[in-house]
């Protein structure tokens, strides 16, 4: 049988002179949409929308090594290979060839590659003898974004070795943001890497519903609920998190969930009708995501409970909290603030299922569904005794994200667990971020595969949220002691820069992309310029991209 026949097209798309050094513009390419890219004298060509959510590329920013960041999450992709460089996304773009030809920019791609609206898996099946390290193993402990980002990228860099990955979820690495932002409840529909998927074409070997029970580290091995022992040359701690309740008479009630797992978005859908009172206790932005999703179900009532006076004034400040408050309540969510939650009281009709939230001072406030939006712990009881955990379960790693206070160098811990060096200002910090926990993962990779070449962990934190007009949000950590605002906070339309001591710490905006993408490349440059200099006027998205030293308005 003859191999099919691949659909190339070859066509002019654009005058070489209107593609400047260090620019990017998108051109119509019959049915789709091309991605042209000059870097330092280079023309490039790939696909033109990012392979997370669909953002169309030409809107991020590219910086003066090929690299664009999407405008949306953050998703980040070498424009002259396709690869991608950043989570969240796991797929590459796909590449197309470009030349010159009396001055037009000629571009020959696949017509099925520019229609698709998927991206190029780089990683396939392993081929033994041609890559690095085929005789080692690593172990992945989690199925998470951390998880998924390490298999990616160990097989992105040309591993050729065993790969396992345990997990305690019932399915394969899933999408988690999409439970709390729309309370996808199909574990199908949310997985990133179908298992047969991870088996075929990543060479994994994959065990769901499964938790660890011992690590060795003298013995350099893992044992599962199971009961299989498995010896490894890397170990990769990615568990996660698991949500908490707080501890309150009638936590326990039927009809009182958390938000972490599919099967706790399935018992939520399930659980809504047009009588359903529900009651969702914190001021989380996964509270807050889950309360604007489970309105659109149209339930009789959604209430929000909150222990602080404003949502989010600690990271946000108290003006954009109060601005994103009155944005939801004019959806018609209700909220009681600065509460004092006594208990959960049973229905009068069914003394197992709860009937009521009791607040001080208040009357009963009726809930027949309660959701608790309060918070995570790091997974990490399998490690007790086995390494040194933080107060709060952590673990802390050092700048290349290994353990530290063991003598092994092999293992290492990443995402929510993981108390890691926070760049620039080099403190310990641990971040529940989607997007921290799959850079990590990436970064670890990397290091596994280039033994010669570590590369210290040095990513900025990217967070997104569906709340009000859809956040974005870059953080060091470091804190705030000033801020400056472009822009309608009271519009959910802005941009607030926080510095302490002058220096930007943190950028959140509303319908203001890609603001938070360049910020978050002038601080891997270090070239963000002080929040003095941009409250006078200077523009971030007028900043060329260059090494430090070069930059330019």
């Known amino acids: 049988m003859s191999a099919p026949e691949i659909d190339i097209i070859t066509k002019e798309v654009l005058p070489e002179s209107e593609l400047k050094d260090g620019q990017m513009k998108t051109v119509e390419f019959g049915e789709g949409k091309v991605l042209l890219s000059k870097i330092k004298g280079k023309i490039c060509a790939t696909s033109a929308f990012c392979t997370h959510y669909g953002a169309p590329l030409e809107k991020g920013v590219i910086s003066h090594d090929g690299r664009v960041v999407c405008p949306w999450h953050g998703a980040c992709f070498n424009v002259c290979t396709g690869d991608i460089e950043d989570a969240p996304g796991l797929d590459s773009l796909w590449k197309f060839s470009a030349t010159v030809n009396n001055g037009q920019i000629v571009v020959s791609a696949n017509h099925q590659e520019v229609k698709s609206k998927v991206g190029r898996i780089v990683p396939k099946a392993r081929t033994k003898g041609t890559g690095k390290k085929e005789n080692e193993t690593v172990v992945i402990v989690g199925g998470g974004s951390g998880g998924i980002h390490t298999v990616e990228s160990l097989r992105m860099n040309d591993y050729q070795g065993d790969i396992v990955m345990i997990s305690e979820e019932k399915y ?34 994959f065990h769901s519903g499964t938790s660890v029970t011992k690590v060795d580290l003298e013995a350099s091995s893992v044992t599962t609920s199971s009961g299989q022992t498995y010896k490894y040359d890397h170990l990769v701690l990615a568990p996660g998190a698991k949500p908490k309740k707080i501890p309150i008479d009638g936590a326990d009630l039927e009809g009182v969930v958390t938000l972490r797992f599919i099967e706790d978005t399935k018992k939520i859908t399930s659980s809504i009708t047009k009588d359903t009172e529900v009651v969702l206790i914190g001021t989380s932005f996964i509270s807050m995501e889950a309360a604007s999703a489970i309105l659109k179900k149209e339930p009789k009532s959604v209430t929000l409970v909150g222990m602080d006076e404003t949502p989010f004034e600690a990271i946000l400040g108290k003006e954009i909290g109060n601005a994103i408050m009155e944005n939801m309540k004019k959806q018609g969510i209700k909220f009681h603030m600065k509460a004092k939650i006594e208990k959960l009281s049973p229905s009068e009709s069914d003394s197992s299922h709860v009937g009521a939230i009791h607040v001080e001072g208040k009357d009963p406030i009726p809930a027949n569904l309660v959701v608790m939006g309060t918070g995570v712990a790091p997974a990490t009881s399998f490690l007790e005794g086995v390494v040194q955990l933080e107060k709060d379960g952590g673990v802390k790693v050092d700048e290349y994200l290994r353990i530290q206070g063991i003598k092994q160098k092999n293992v290492y811990a990443i995402g929510d667990i993981a108390h890691y060096v926070q760049y620039p200002d080099k403190f310990p910090r641990r971040v529940e971020h989607w997007n921290v926990a799959g850079n990590h993962g990436r970064e670890v990779a ?56 002058g220096k930007i710490t943190a950028v959140a905006t509303m319908q203001r992309d890609p603001i938070v993408a360049k910020a978050s490349e002038l601080l891997r440059l270090d070239i963000m310029p002080s929040l003095d200099e941009i409250r006078n006027g200077k523009n971030i998205l007028e900043i060329e991209l260059l090494d430090k030293g070069e930059n330019k308005v």
Do not use: C, M
């Open 446 to 501: 990397h290091n596994i595969t280039h033994p010669n070449d570590q590369v210290a962990y040095t990513k900025v934190p990217i967070f997104w949220s569906s709340i009000g007009k859809g956040l974005r949000y870059l953080g060091t950590g470091a804190g705030f002691d000033d801020s400056w605002t472009d822009g309608s906070i009271d519009e959910l339309k802005f941009a607030t820069y926080q510095a302490k001591n």
């Open 172 to 205: 394969a690495p899933i999408d988690r943001t999409k439970l709390s932002k729309g309370l996808l409840d199909n574990a199908e529909k949310a997985q990133w890497r179908k298992p047969e998927e991870l088996k075929n074409d990543f060479g994994v070997d």
